[in-house]
């Protein structure tokens, strides 16, 4: 069973910095791609950054610039580095990894943390 912990959430003011982190179970290199969704109150789930099995990254485009994603190997950890937070990016931040085969596709999320972005 993967399980996947994230941390790293908390209060920050506008321009200010955090680092999330996502410890898995496992190898991350187990999965496919593993990475970051957010999910602000009233509305959908968003992409925020992924990282794929061969290093390959990919961000939202309202994040592009400012969040970074990376990983430790040795650690099993996948990082998002958010820089020059603003108040829109207030949300809960779930870690996603994603097994895939040609037949089928496995998710798995943690629980998430919060980002409240507020003076």
């Known amino acids: 069973q993967v399980q996947l912990v994230e941390s790293g959430g908390g209060l920050v003011q506008p321009g200010g910095s955090l680092r999330l982190s996502c410890v898995a179970s496992?190898?991350?290199?187990?999965?496919?791609?593993i990475g970051w969704y957010r999910q602000a109150p009233g509305r959908e789930r968003e992409l925020v950054a992924v990282i794929t099995y061969g290093g390959t990254t990919n961000y939202g485009d309202s994040v592009n610039g400012r969040f970074t994603i990376s990983r430790d190997n040795a650690k099993n950890t996948v990082y998002l580095q958010m820089n020059n937070l603003k108040p829109e990016d207030t949300a809960e931040y779930y870690c996603?990894?994603?097994?895939?085969?040609?037949?089928?596709?496995?998710?798995?999320w943690g629980q998430g943390t919060l980002v409240t972005v507020s003076e």
């Open positions: 996603n990894a994603v097994i895939a085969t040609l037949s089928s596709r496995k998710d798995y």
């Open positions: 496992g190898s991350i290199f187990s999965f496919n791609h």
